[in-house]
């Protein structure tokens, strides 16, 4: 098979994503607050189970990534109080979609979970005016079993020229 050439910023056209799983994730409320099931095994493929879980606060204005993993998926739960502009880009040369770049706003308005699969580079953005909290709940351990590997992450964040930008 022919390789596919890098992409650049101009090259991206939106677009679905393969593998990329978007769930909504539903509030259900009662006299004591809410609750929301954020995975359920038999929802997710085996391939994407948590092998743990962490949670974040990003600030109003506030970006993370764009990075990739070559290992990790990550299964990222926006529920509130804010909302964010997700983005997501195919960057595997293998894939039917790579190429491809995917925009949505999640969060307080359209809670959901996103399941991003290995190779997918990603970003999140705080577009709301209060800190904004997303759970993460990856199929890998941060730094390995035992904390005692690299970091599974390709950053491009720090890379001025990379073709994957936020705007």
Not at 70 to 82: I, R, T, Y
Not at 85 to 103: A, Y
Not at 107 to 119: L, N, Q, S
Request: hydrophobic share 35%; charged share 30%.
């Amino acid at each position: 098979m022919p390789q596919k050439p890098a992409p650049t910023a101009e090259s991206f056209q939106s677009g679905e994503i393969k593998e990329v799983v978007v769930r909504d994730l539903r509030k259900f409320n009662d006299r004591r607050g809410w609750l929301v099931e954020l995975f359920r095994h038999d929802e997710l493929a085996a391939e994407f189970f948590p092998a743990m879980a962490y949670i974040s606060s990003t600030h109003p204005g506030g970006a993370r990534g764009p990075h990739e993993h070559v290992h990790q998926a990550d299964l990222f739960c926006f529920l509130g109080p804010s909302n964010f502009k997700l983005r997501l880009w195919d960057n595997r040369p293998e894939s039917e979609t790579f190429g491809n770049v995917m925009t949505m706003i999640v969060g307080a308005d359209d809670p959901k979970a996103v399941v991003v699969p290995k190779g997918i580079v990603h970003a999140y953005q705080n577009v709301g005016d209060v800190d904004g909290i997303v759970i993460n709940c990856p199929n890998r351990h941060y730094l390995g079993e035992g904390r005692r590997e690299q970091v599974d992450e390709i950053r491009h964040e720090d890379d001025p020229e990379t073709p994957f930008r936020m705007d």
